[in-house]
C-alpha cells in the first residue's frame, strides 16, 4: 500500500517499480482539502531480499491555484509504503 497525500492545487502521479520493472502507476484524486491521506494498492508482486522498491511521483497542476507568478503545482507528497507479506 502506498499512502499519499491529496493536494488541492493538482494530482499528482506515483509510480512503483521494483528493480527498475513498473509494477504500479496511481493518480491521486482530486480534493478540496489538502493533505488527505489517499491509499493505492499494489496487488501480488514478487519481492526478494536484495530488491530495490523506488517510489516516484511527477508534480501536476490542475490551474485552480493561482501564484502571482504562474501556477501552483501539487508536490507529490507521500507518508509510507507498507509491505504485506502473502499467506
Do not use: C
Amino acid at each position: 500500500q502506498l499512502f499519499t497525500m491529496l493536494e488541492t492545487d493538482g494530482e499528482s502521479v506515483y509510480t512503483v517499480d521494483i528493480n527498475d520493472v513498473r509494477v504500479g502507476e496511481f493518480y491521486n484524486p482530486t480534493t478540496r482539502t489538502d493533505f488527505l491521506l489517499h491509499v493505492h494498492r499494489v496487488d501480488k508482486v514478487q519481492i526478494d531480499t536484495g530488491d530495490t522498491i523506488k517510489v516516484g511521483f511527477g508534480s501536476a497542476t490542475n490551474n485552480k491555484t493561482q501564484l502571482s507568478d504562474g501556477h501552483e503545482y501539487a508536490q507529490g507528497r507521500w507518508s509510507k509504503l507498507i509491505l504485506t507479506p502473502s499467506k
